[in-house]
């Protein structure tokens, strides 16, 4: 074992026993707050594959982890007794559907255009879940209950707050392993070359749109992954979900954290939910958290494009 | 085939009409909104996330101007020029340090942009929705409605807001100057011309048009905070169906595809009706990415 892996890989242990102590020592409000956090900056992570890695922006990534909610729901409000593995089933696939049909338009264009059509193709799924009332309760969305974790004919057991935290952070490692291991791959390392320089990678002979439509399918399952998780723990779907406002936090986590470091957007998504917290705490519920980040932001990518992990970036690809 | 031609004859002509008028009012301000987004891409490479956002804060000037003054042309030029001031602002202090960096900042940046005047407008207006009273309250006789004179002023007024500008371009000096930094920034630096003076003056121009159009719509319906991403959203999908930086090309895109999206209300809800749009992007990507109203590229 080489020194770097040494130093990664006992990091990485000292990381994950403290997300496992932490709910049995966290008050129940900060540990749904670590919970969520991992399960946003899952999301995060799937999409750092594309704004990082293959050098594409999507604000489309709402869709996505909408249909993943969705998909979830329909699994557990169709089938009785609700089944965890068929929620997961059900909202990859829909996730998964929703990637392939955007990835299929929008691959077409580069750049900023990329940017664009995912917005307005994930606003498509927004207005579809929207107006459709009769199948997903509109506006007011879809309320059902939580599933049992189960291991067929073996084990059922029913999730308490420990337990599910435990589950989603066993999910979200996992996401990370398979996802670290993506862009250390050949398949990741022409993502990376089409991000540092498009056209010399079509000129090697690369099938660019094939690749990045498979770079957006991946990134959209996971992303679909978390929808599921948020659709577990909250045991709610709702069209908010769906908006712009998430592809936007998605972003916006990526950019605080660091693009290209898969870790980096988790702890851009602990950091922005935390200063929200934080702010909301010190001004009260009405104080308007979003115009402070927002500056935050901006100075960010003014003064520190990189993120706050991007100084590990390289080191934590090796 | 029997069904079909039912179909055909079941279309109310006189409904037909209305939605046409409809069409061609919401066309031209959309047309004003994409302009300035045009103008601001194809010179300055960034694409405006906060577009709809001055459109927006331009209805709001507007409408505290109105409320302060109850003259609705004062709050029309009196809003596009604090609109204008602030977007001034806002390229210095955020987009010139990003000249030169990936163009993939500069919609980072105005997304933050966006994100800050949206919440500060929620924050200072609240949730409800405003409305500012219609400057011209005659109506005249169509078919069965009293159709209001206001919105053919808006359609005529705005198409004249765009004519103004495009002679502004074509004839003023500060106009060669942005045709001249269009068509090579670098060179134009040589001649002498201000460039980053040329940005500011574009993001300017852009946003004093977006607010403009702003406070023209404000009178057909209420004025709220989440009014921007609804109008950045179609003048994106008509940025892109007329053609990347094509001002001809906006316009004529902004003008079909409210068409389309009038007559399609005839048959589904508003809120549906925005899909055909989608679907007229889709069609675009599909067949001819690189704008529906530009001459093929050779």
Redesign the interface.
């Known amino acids: 074992m080489s020194r770097h892996s040494k130093i990664y890989w006992s990091g990485f242990c000292v990381v994950m026993a403290l997300l496992i102590v932490a709910p049995l020592v966290l008050p129940e409000f900060w540990r749904r707050f670590l919970t969520e956090v991992l399960i946003w900056g899952l999301l995060a992570m799937s999409s750092d594959l594309l704004i990082g890695y293959t050098g594409m922006i999507s604000f489309g990534h709402s869709a996505f982890f909408g249909l993943g909610m969705y998909g979830a729901a329909a699994a557990l409000l169709l089938v009785s007794p609700p089944n965890l593995w068929l929620a997961m089933g059900l909202g990859l696939a829909g996730a998964a559907g929703a990637a392939l049909f955007v990835a299929y338009f929008s691959t077409r264009l580069r750049d900023i255009y990329f940017a664009i059509t995912t917005l307005i193709f994930s606003q498509i799924f927004y207005v579809i879940i929207f107006t459709s009332t009769s199948l997903t309760g509109g506006e007011n969305g879809l309320i059902f209950s939580r599933p049992h974790f189960t291991i067929p004919f073996l084990y059922d057991v029913r999730f308490n707050g420990t337990t599910l935290h435990w589950f989603v952070l066993a999910v979200v490692t996992a996401s990370y392993l398979i996802l670290r291991r993506v862009t250390q791959s050949p398949f990741g390392m022409v993502l990376q070359s089409i991000r540092e320089n498009e056209a010399r990678t079509r000129a090697i002979g690369y099938p660019l749109q094939r690749y990045k439509i498979v770079a957006v399918m991946l990134s959209g399952v996971f992303a679909g992954l978390a929808g599921v998780l948020y659709a577990v723990q909250n045991e709610f779907a709702a069209p908010d979900f769906v908006y712009f406002i998430t592809s936007g936090d998605t972003v916006i986590f990526n950019v605080m954290g660091g693009i290209g470091t898969l870790v980096g957007p988790i702890v851009g998504a602990g950091f922005f939910q935390l200063l929200r917290e934080l702010l909301s705490r010190a001004f009260g519920d009405q104080f308007p958290y979003l115009i402070p980040l927002g500056f935050i932001f901006i100075v960010m990518i003014i003064f520190l494009p990189q993120g706050l992990l991007g100084f590990a970036r390289r080191w934590l690809n090796r | 085939m029997n069904a079909i031609a039912e179909f055909f004859q079941n279309i109310p002509i006189d409904l037909l009409l209305i939605q046409t008028i409809n069409g061609i009012v919401t066309g031209m301000i959309l047309a004003l909104v994409a302009s300035g987004l045009t103008l601001i891409f194809g010179i300055m490479d960034v694409?405006n996330f906060a577009h709809g956002e001055l459109f927006m804060l331009g209805a709001y000037v507007g409408v505290v101007v109105f409320a302060l003054t109850g003259n609705f042309w004062l709050a029309l030029i009196a809003s596009s020029a604090i609109v204008a001031i602030l977007g001034a602002a806002m390229q210095i202090l955020?987009l010139r340090?990003?000249i030169g960096?990936d163009?993939?900042?500069t919609?980072?940046?105005t997304?933050?942009?966006s994100?800050?005047l949206?919440?500060?407008v929620?924050?200072q207006f609240g949730p409800v929705a405003r409305k500012i009273s219609e400057p011209i309250t005659t109506h005249f006789n169509l078919f069965y409605l009293e159709y209001p004179w206001y919105r053919l002023v808006i359609a005529g007024l705005s198409a004249a807001i765009i004519g103004v500008f495009w002679l502004f371009l074509k004839r003023s000096k500060f106009g060669v100057w942005i045709r001249a930094t269009t068509q090579d920034r670098v060179m134009a630096q040589a001649m002498g011309i201000p460039v980053p003076w040329v940005y500011t003056g574009v993001f300017a121009i852009g946003a004093a048009m977006a607010a403009a159009s702003g406070v023209l719509f404000a009178p057909m319906a209420g004025v709220s905070h989440t009014m921007g991403?609804d109008w950045v959203?179609k003048a994106?999908?008509v940025v892109?169906v007329g053609g990347?930086g094509s001002l001809g090309g906006s316009i004529a895109a902004a003008i079909f595809i409210s068409l389309l999206e009038a007559y399609a209300s005839i048959w589904v809800?508003p809120?549906?009706a925005?899909?055909v749009s989608?679907v007229v992007?889709?069609l675009t990507?599909?067949f001819r990415?690189t704008g529906l109203f530009v001459p093929t590229p050779k």
């Open positions: 694409v955020t340090p990003l960096r163009p993939l900042n919609i980072l940046a997304f933050g942009i994100l800050i949206q919440n500060f929620l924050w991403l959203l994106f999908i892109v990347m809800s809120a549906q925005v899909i989608f992007l889709i990507l599909l990415p």
